[in-house]
């Protein structure tokens, strides 16, 4: 795998960030979508520029048609068109049912599930015609197994394997495979701000006994994303240290 045009949304921190940078490393060039990390996104460029790829940050919030359209546009203009999408960007707008509100369910759904199948729908148009593409989307355990004060992002995330597992039937006959990568506990933004002591009750649950990195999600969508994995799709690969083994 090498040579070949990726797409990775919310590329500039954390997880997409290291997908970015490993799809780089093996001689891809590629592009991130950022909303709101401009600075981040510019620097994770500038490491992908040292792997001799070209690389690309565009500012898009994935939950507006008319924004990825031109995400879209941009990177066919100035990279080619996209072959490995990685659906990476999300948000959390945590709370109990209860007191959840509208807003919080609407946003998460939007920017979790929605930009899922908006990007998927543009990468698609000329994946088809090329008769070769690769669509991973990062889904999560919680999807798997639910998790309290967060059912709108649980929502999302399980909503995102059922739509993996569709399009995969879909467009397999055209030689794209579609996948998605259940991540565990990985350490980033989002779980930086949990309290210690829910750190260790989720900690207490993985055989592994350690909290995951963000290199650990991104060598698993390397894996879908190259010929190594031509024969699979449609599948779930929970990355967690073995927290929903079953």
């Given at each position: 795998?090498?040579?070949?045009?990726?797409?990775?949304?919310?590329?500039?921190?954390?997880?997409?960030?290291?997908?970015?940078?490993?799809?780089?490393?093996?001689?891809?060039?590629?592009?991130?979508?950022?909303?709101?990390s401009e600075?981040?996104?510019?620097?994770?460029?500038?490491?992908?520029?040292?792997?001799?790829?070209?690389?690309?940050?565009?500012?898009?919030?994935?939950?507006?048609?008319?924004?990825?359209?031109?995400?879209?546009?941009?990177?066919e203009?100035e990279?080619?068109?996209?072959?490995?999408?990685v659906?990476?960007?999300g948000?959390?707008?945590?709370?109990?049912?209860?007191?959840?509100?509208?807003?919080d369910?609407?946003?998460?759904?939007?920017?979790?599930l929605?930009?899922v199948?908006r990007?998927?729908?543009?990468?698609?148009?000329?994946?088809?015609?090329?008769?070769?593409?690769?669509?991973?989307n990062?889904?999560?355990?919680?999807?798997?197994?639910?998790?309290?004060?967060?059912?709108?992002?649980?929502?999302?995330?399980?909503?995102?394997?059922?739509?993996?597992?569709?399009?995969?039937?879909?467009?397999?006959?055209r030689?794209?495979?579609?996948?998605?990568?259940?991540?565990?506990?990985?350490?980033?933004?989002?779980?930086?701000?949990?309290?210690?002591?829910?750190k260790?009750?989720?900690?207490s649950?993985?055989?592994?006994?350690?909290?995951?990195?963000?290199?650990?999600?991104?060598?698993?969508?390397?894996?879908?994303?190259?010929?190594?994995?031509?024969?699979?799709?449609?599948q779930?690969?929970?990355?967690?240290?073995?927290?929903?083994?079953?």
């Amino acid at each position: 795998m090498s040579g070949r045009v990726a797409l990775v949304t919310g590329g500039g921190r954390g997880i997409g960030s290291a997908i970015a940078l490993e799809l780089a490393s093996r001689g891809n060039n590629v592009a991130i979508s950022y909303n709101r990390s401009e600075n981040e996104a510019m620097k994770i460029c500038e490491k992908m520029s040292t792997f001799g790829v070209k690389s690309l940050a565009v500012k898009c919030n994935v939950t507006f048609a008319d924004q990825v359209e031109a995400l879209f546009s941009e990177i066919e203009k100035e990279l080619g068109p996209v072959e490995i999408l990685v659906n990476n960007a999300g948000v959390t707008r945590d709370n109990l049912l209860m007191r959840m509100k509208d807003d919080d369910w609407d946003s998460v759904i939007s920017a979790n599930l929605t930009s899922v199948y908006r990007c998927s729908k543009q990468a698609l148009k000329k994946m088809v015609k090329a008769r070769w593409g690769r669509i991973i989307n990062i889904s999560s355990v919680v999807g798997l197994i639910g998790n309290p004060g967060q059912s709108n992002y649980c929502a999302s995330k399980a909503g995102i394997i059922g739509f993996s597992k569709a399009i995969a039937r879909e467009y397999g006959g055209r030689g794209i495979t579609v996948n998605a990568i259940a991540p565990g506990f990985i350490e980033t933004d989002m779980t930086a701000i949990l309290k210690e002591e829910i750190k260790q009750i989720m900690l207490s649950q993985i055989p592994l006994n350690r909290v995951g990195i963000p290199e650990d999600i991104a060598k698993a969508a390397a894996f879908f994303a190259s010929d190594d994995a031509a024969y699979i799709t449609g599948q779930v690969l929970a990355v967690d240290g073995g927290m929903t083994m079953c």
